[in-house]
């Protein structure tokens, strides 16, 4: 099985988890051997198990975002925009970007869409989809966008099909015959790679972008571990990536994972737990659970996150909270004092809203134990 694993991620790049493999084996009536032994076979199985879950709008804001503030600024510098959805699925993202532009383009658009898969790519060439791929949408724009054909189908009207297919494999770079691209939406496909595959399909990608373009992730990939090489980028609460410093930054982990936070909806919410237990993965869930008001469960996996790396201010800080709430004195004085700790090693705080959270953690910690020291006098 490790054996399998491994020829996966090499292959793919995604990491799947052993329980799961066994499962998918078992329902295929496969074996480990036939598979690393097929090559065609080994192919089709991988395909087939990826998870290629996507609804049309998925996301909204990134669409509204392209819209409403990207599209002007590249259009404006280049008289023509070129969006790629890298990892597109069954279709519904690039159809999404085309029906969000619909009204503002005029011959000066192109919108690539690829995947792996090649059953996805099938399917989002017919544009033929069930009504759960259009959950997101309100009954009016089910109405604008799609005819309803039989057994609850709908089919995506011919006015808003404008996208090539083809396919592609993120860990290879973009063919050169098409050129460089605006915007790559590159969303919920990398939280599945193992961190050498995101770092090589990230180069990939940054290659393929104009120096000033714009690369756009899953709302819950914030974190995957390229801050250091692509700057985030603030759009009214949404953050976007650029291989530039344009626009307002979004520039510390604690502010992008204030602002995962805040975008977490009851759909992202669900697929989190697909995510690898990386430190990234691991406080993500940790905010699910924080979110949904499960404090064991949130407070679990943020003291595994904090196994992983210790120096991350935002979770010490949730978990000192998390700790007081359940009265767990030891765990609150705890965390306190690595945040104190750190604080005294000056490691640089870049964000208001953090200075201002830890401020208030220590400064509480510190009433509080003058506090109990006056009990203790008096008593
Ligand atoms: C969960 S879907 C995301 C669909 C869409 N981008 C969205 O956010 O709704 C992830 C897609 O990534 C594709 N994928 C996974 N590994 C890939 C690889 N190495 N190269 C290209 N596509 C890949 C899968 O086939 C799948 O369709």
Redesign the pocket.
Known sequence: MRDLISKIEEK???IFDEEKLRIELEMRNLTVDQLLLDESLFEEFVEDI?????YFF?ERGHFEILRDKIFNKVVSKRNFIKIW?A???TG??PYSIVIFLFNKCKNNCRVIAS???RE?LEKAKEGIYSKSSLRALSEREIKLYFEKIDNGRYRLRDQFRKVEFFR????NPLPTRIGKVDVI?V???LMYFSERAKKKAIDNLKAALHNDGYLIL?VSEYLIGIENDLYPIDFDGVTVFSKTPIGKPVETREENLLQVYKNLTPETMDEIMDLPNDVNGLIIKGMKFLKSGAIRNAINYFEKALELDDKIYFVHYQLAQLYEEIGDQTGFYRECLKINEMLKNRVPLSSIDVQFNLTHTVLRNFVKEAFEGMKWVLS
């Open positions: 793919f790049g995604v990826l998870i290629k879950e996507t998925r959805s990892g597109c699925a519904e993202e995947d792996i898969s996805a592609h494999h993120l860990l939406f969303r919920n496909a899953g």
